[in-house]
């Protein structure tokens, strides 16, 4: 398969695909013309990669999850282990947002919205972070 179809097939863009091989997720051989001709293994592992990165893995833990997904005698632990560390951010993420959402509700109920210039997003946005004077 050439890049066009490998991508069409595995639903990623072929500047992702190159990126991919770039930086050693996969190898495709190369014809003699030196074009690369993927293999049906590679259209998996690109398929694979893909479905990780939508949930948000990152390069280095589907870098780990490729060579557990290569190696037939692994250890589900190790899966789940990446996985659960992957959930802990993603929790530590929603945290985080939730604060954010809850302070800019905050400041949006305390806006007036009106024609006058004072706005309590305004002073909070312009504040100087508070570093504990003592």
Same mark, same amino acid.
């Given at each position: 398969m050439n890049i066009g179809e490998v991508a069409q097939r595995s639903g990623l863009p072929a500047k992702t695909i190159r990126y991919y091989e770039e930086i050693g997720?996969?190898?495709?051989?190369?014809d003699a013309n030196?074009?690369?001709?993927?293999?049906?293994?590679?259209?998996?592992?690109?398929?694979f990669l893909g479905r990780a990165r939508a949930l948000g893995f990152t390069i280095e833990d589907c870098r780990? !999850?490729? %060579? *557990?997904?290569e190696d037939h005698s692994r250890a589900s632990a190790d899966v789940k282990r990446i996985a659960r560390l992957h959930l802990d951010r993603i929790?530590?993420?929603?945290?985080?947002?939730?604060?954010?959402?809850?302070?800019?509700s905050q400041l949006i109920e305390a806006c007036a919205g009106d024609n006058?210039?004072?706005?309590?997003i305004?002073?909070? !946005?312009? %504040? *100087?972070?508070?570093?504990?004077?003592?």
């Open positions: 997720l996969v190898a495709p051989p190369r030196g074009y690369r001709a993927f293999r049906e293994s590679d259209l998996h592992k690109l398929a780990a !999850l490729l %060579a *557990l997904y929790d530590e993420k929603i945290t985080e947002l939730q604060a954010m959402r809850g302070t800019l006058r210039p004072d706005c309590p305004m002073e909070d !946005l312009a %504040a *100087l972070p508070d570093h504990g004077s003592g």
